[in-house]
């Protein structure tokens, strides 16, 4: 892995727990934004590009799975990890198809986490770069064969389905 540090929203509400591995994470060669709830995180988000997502699954107010609904919705890139005290088969069902990257249990390995919100990462920028590939190899098609005002609606007709 390269120098650049991984940005991530960690997300949970036992604020003693959340500073420690923010701290913790810090030295690890993450960037973290740390917050309390899910509607913090969705705001955050807003204003902050990030990397990879680690949330709580039970918090008040907005819990994880809706959480993750949220950032997925909105950011369809960004891995999201779900780390819960409370975990059951069905929820950690409901999560993998709601788009979790993970699902973990607490208490948990830090190596083990460590190496998880890693791969997360990896197959954020993974994700990302075979979307652009697959925008040049468009490019290159239609470029081929229709005029440039042809290949500007093209090009935002890719961009719209992207982002949905």
């Known amino acids: 892995m390269d120098k650049k540090k991984i940005h991530l929203l960690f997300v949970d ?3 003693q727990f959340l500073e420690s591995m923010k701290k913790r994470l810090e030295t690890r060669d993450f960037n973290v934004v740390a917050v309390e709830r899910g509607e913090q995180a969705i705001e955050a988000a807003r204003k902050t590009p990030f990397d990879v997502a680690l949330v709580d699954l039970k918090m008040p107010g907005m819990n994880g799975e809706e959480t993750l609904k949220a950032l ?3 950011h369809k890139w960004m891995e999201i990890v779900i780390l819960t005290g409370h975990g ?3 929820s950690a069902v409901e999560c993998t198809q709601g788009g979790a990257y993970s699902y973990l249990q607490k208490p ?3 190596e083990q986490l460590l190496e998880v919100l890693k ?6 920028v993974m ?3 075979q979307i652009e590939e697959k925008r040049m190899n468009e490019i290159l098609k239609i470029s081929q064969t229709t005029s440039s005002r ?3 609606r093209r090009l935002r007709e890719i961009d719209a389905g992207e982002k949905t």
């Open 13 to 15: 509400d036992e604020r």
């Open 88 to 90: 059951s088969v069905d």
């Open 119 to 124: 791969n997360a990462y990896k197959q954020k």
């Open 72 to 74: 997925k919705k909105e």
């Open 108 to 110: 948990c390995d830090f």
């Open 150 to 152: 042809d290949i500007l």
């Open 127 to 129: 994700n990302k770069n």
